[in-house]
């Protein structure tokens, strides 16, 4: 199916990204897996080229892309050619934005600069041993100790979590409210932050997805994002993004899957004729290719709804 959403630089652009991914990432992704982790170089490599926070302002050293296709063909081509398991989209479009959207000036100024790089690896903790779906059963508390946070708790599941420098990580502020939650930066060595086991998982296997522990860690007033009550608000802003991100990867997967039967079946003989010749396969892959073509089309259009809300298309 031809698709229009894309101009010639994006393409340009693919095929860039499609060269990094088979000199960097493709020869390496098995020893990921196998160590559950990608190496930390790794986030450097794609910041020295310009592939992550793609959209930071120039003063911080970012390209200034706010443009999603750019986000939208990376994480297409990671289906095909990198390894899903390597979560720099969670870096870059993910928790990047809550320091842009949420912090101020000062924040920017010292935390976005070496996220771009690659220097700075960032994850988000909310999920809890307790507390997944039912965000306000969390259990992480802060208090407010006049001029810092003390935060106390423990968070689980969490993406980059053994690779992270930092980790905006929610926790209740008001005993009183369940739903007053706040946004706080944890840093890469503060006193009483450690990290539990990197979790065996079934899938995405170069991914570290850990748990994390915090023992009244002094949580400078520097690093709270915006209001300390309103981690709710925020964390909803960017959900509408985030499944976007995520309905954009499930169906790059799809594509590739499908893409990987098509190869099998022309392949693989049986009674004599490709598998390819069989009229119930041939139904099957057409039916496969069609709801494929059909779920492209709906999410491109909202990945333009998208762009448009965010008013850099017109
Ligand atoms: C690979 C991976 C990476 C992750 N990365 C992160 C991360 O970076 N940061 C982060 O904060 N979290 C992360 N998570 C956690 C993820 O967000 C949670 O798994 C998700 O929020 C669901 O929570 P839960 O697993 O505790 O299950 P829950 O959804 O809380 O469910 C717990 C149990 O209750 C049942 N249940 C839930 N709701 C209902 C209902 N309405 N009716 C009936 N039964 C119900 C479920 O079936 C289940 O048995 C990650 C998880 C995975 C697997």
């Not at 870059?92 to 912090?103: Q, T």
């Not at 893409?259 to 003989?269: D, H």
């Amino acid at each position: 199916m031809k698709r229009t959403l894309f101009t010639d630089e994006h393409e340009m652009f693919r095929d860039q990204y499609r060269k990094f991914l088979k000199k960097e990432v493709q020869p390496n992704a098995a020893a990921w897996r196998e160590a559950g982790i990608v190496p930390r170089e790794m986030f450097e490599k794609m910041g020295a080229l310009g592939y992550l926070l793609t959209w930071a302002d120039e003063i911080h050293g970012g390209l200034g892309l706010e443009d999603f296709r750019y986000q939208q063909i990376m994480l297409e081509e990671d289906a095909t050619y990198g390894e899903p398991g390597f979560y720099h989209t969670l870096h870059s479009r993910l928790v990047a934005p809550y320091i842009k959207n949420i912090g101020n000036a000062e924040q920017h100024a010292s935390f976005l600069p070496k996220c771009v790089t690659g220097e700075h690896i960032l994850a988000v903790a909310m999920t809890e041993p307790d507390a997944g779906s039912d965000l306000a059963g969390m259990k992480t508390r802060a208090v407010d100790k006049g001029d810092y946070w003390e935060l106390s708790g423990s968070k689980t599941y969490i993406s980059n979590g053994i690779n992270a420098d930092l980790i905006v990580t929610a926790a209740k502020t008001n005993p009183e409210n369940p739903r007053q939650i706040g946004l706080f930066i944890v840093e890469r060595g503060m006193e009483g932050f450690e990290r539990g086991r990197n979790l065996k998982k079934l899938g995405l296997k170069a991914q570290d997805t850990a748990e994390l522990f915090f023992s009244n860690v002094k949580i400078p007033k520097h690093n709270v994002l915006g209001d300390a009550h309103k981690g709710f608000h925020y964390l909803m802003q960017g959900l509408a993004e985030e499944r976007l991100l995520g309905s954009v990867g499930y169906l790059s997967a799809a594509q590739r899957a499908f893409e990987l039967t098509k190869n099998y079946v022309q392949e693989r003989r049986a009674f004599g004729k490709s598998v390819s010749e069989f009229q119930n396969t041939r139904f099957k892959m057409a039916e496969m290719r069609a709801e494929i073509d059909v779920a492209q089309v709906y999410i491109d259009h909202c990945v333009v709804c998208d762009m448009r809300l965010h008013k850099y298309m017109l």
